[in-house]
């Protein structure tokens, strides 16, 4: 175990989180760890990793036990050769790891790709999900990035894509201000943070392996709703997300009995970062609201 320390610029002061590594199917993942208490994982998107959560795990982590994950293949957990990336077998890790952290369930937090892992994740096993938190999730009713996904993942496109996206820092720059609602809220180091592990061999891999199987990962995850329909959820969003389109909120929201939307104006797509206060209160308020409801069915 290892301590990494952050400077938050906001509060110009560091935050320890604990370092973690297990082993799974052979290769390290990383995870941060922070709290006391009931265990909450939080899942990053598709070019995120555990980094994504610098502002919320301090907040949450008064009252739960988080859990930040580096998936396999991204951050700077390994990244196996031939790692099956589509959506089922991503969701099966994540449980995997939920068994080698010792975790028999949790509370589970998804942003974007990492929404949509965390809704499969749960389809296969609803009995170890409480609640879920889905943030700008990746679902079948968002038209957006099915083109980009079809392009990067051509064959004769994807081999020059990743040999030369590491080395393009203005387009990773571009990206970034693309995803907020409004880039003057970029904090100082967020784009040093995001474009850190690119340097690595194979960074892109895992992206490029998603976007694969992107359209049958959609169509499987729409079919495994009604599992997880009984879950309480819920579903924030920036209304100027680029990325996953926010009106496919209410359509995906018709697929739970107990599901909340939280439309954040001005924001876009990572509002963790680009209104963290926000984000936090609105997730803690979730949480204790449904927690007060849960300790009344129990009594």
């Given at each position: 175990?290892?301590k990494?320390?952050?400077?938050?610029?906001?509060?110009?002061?560091?935050i320890?989180?604990?370092?973690?590594?297990?082993?799974?199917?052979g290769?390290?993942?990383?995870?941060?760890?922070?709290?006391?208490?009931p265990?909450?994982l939080?899942?990053?998107?598709?070019?995120?990793?555990?980094?994504?959560?610098?502002?919320?795990?301090?907040?949450?982590a008064?009252?739960?036990?988080?859990?930040?994950?580096?998936?396999?293949?991204v951050?700077?957990?390994d990244?196996?050769?031939?790692?099956?990336?589509?959506?089922?077998?991503?969701?099966?890790?994540?449980?995997?790891?939920l068994?080698?952290?010792?975790?028999?369930?949790?509370?589970?937090l998804?942003?974007?790709?990492?929404?949509?892992?965390?809704?499969r994740?749960?389809?296969i096993?609803?009995?170890?999900?409480?609640?879920?938190?889905?943030?700008?999730?990746?679902?079948?009713?968002s038209?957006y990035?099915?083109?980009?996904?079809?392009?990067?993942?051509?064959?004769?496109?994807?081999?020059?894509?990743?040999r030369?996206a590491?080395?393009?820092?203005?387009?990773?720059?571009?990206?970034?201000?693309?995803?907020?609602?409004?880039?003057?809220?970029?904090?100082?180091?967020?784009?040093?943070?995001?474009?850190?592990?690119?340097s690595?061999?194979?960074?892109?891999?895992?992206?490029?392996?998603?976007?694969?199987?992107?359209?049958?990962?959609?169509?499987?995850?729409?079919?495994?709703l009604?599992?997880?329909?009984?879950?309480?959820?819920?579903?924030?969003?920036g209304?100027?997300?680029?990325?996953?389109?926010?009106?496919?909120?209410?359509?995906?929201?018709?697929?739970?009995?107990?599901?909340?939307?939280?439309?954040?104006?001005?924001?876009?797509?990572?509002?963790?970062?680009?209104?963290?206060?926000?984000?936090?209160?609105?997730?803690?308020?979730?949480?204790?609201?449904?927690?007060?409801?849960?300790?009344?069915?129990?009594?």
């Amino acid at each position: 175990m290892e301590k990494e320390t952050l400077v938050l610029p906001a509060a110009n002061q560091p935050i320890s989180f604990e370092d973690h590594w297990i082993t799974l199917d052979g290769a390290r993942m990383r995870y941060l760890r922070d709290g006391l208490g009931p265990p909450l994982l939080l899942l990053h998107g598709l070019l995120g990793y555990s980094f994504s959560w610098r502002y919320a795990i301090p907040a949450l982590a008064n009252n739960y036990t988080v859990h930040a994950v580096d998936m396999l293949g991204v951050g700077f957990s390994d990244r196996p050769p031939e790692l099956d990336c589509c959506l089922h077998a991503s969701a099966q890790r994540l449980l995997r790891f939920l068994d080698a952290a010792g975790m028999v369930s949790c509370d589970l937090l998804g942003t974007s790709h990492g929404g949509a892992v965390a809704m499969r994740a749960a389809a296969i096993a609803p009995e170890r999900i409480h609640r879920l938190i889905l943030v700008a999730p990746v679902n079948p009713w968002s038209l957006y990035g099915s083109r980009m996904a079809a392009f990067l993942s051509n064959p004769w496109v994807a081999p020059v894509f990743q040999r030369v996206a590491p080395f393009l820092k203005f387009a990773h720059g571009r990206l970034l201000r693309n995803l907020y609602g409004d880039p003057r809220r970029i904090r100082p180091g967020t784009l040093e943070g995001y474009s850190a592990p690119f340097s690595m061999p194979g960074a892109f891999q895992y992206g490029l392996s998603v976007l694969r199987t992107w359209q049958p990962d959609l169509r499987e995850l729409e079919l495994s709703l009604p599992r997880i329909s009984h879950i309480p959820t819920l579903l924030l969003w920036g209304a100027e997300d680029n990325a996953v389109d926010p009106a496919s909120a209410q359509r995906l929201k018709q697929e739970f009995h107990d599901c909340r939307v939280r439309m954040l104006p001005g924001v876009g797509h990572l509002p963790y970062e680009e209104v963290p206060d926000e984000f936090n209160r609105e997730v803690a308020a979730f949480l204790e609201s449904t927690s007060r409801a849960f300790r009344r069915e129990g009594s």
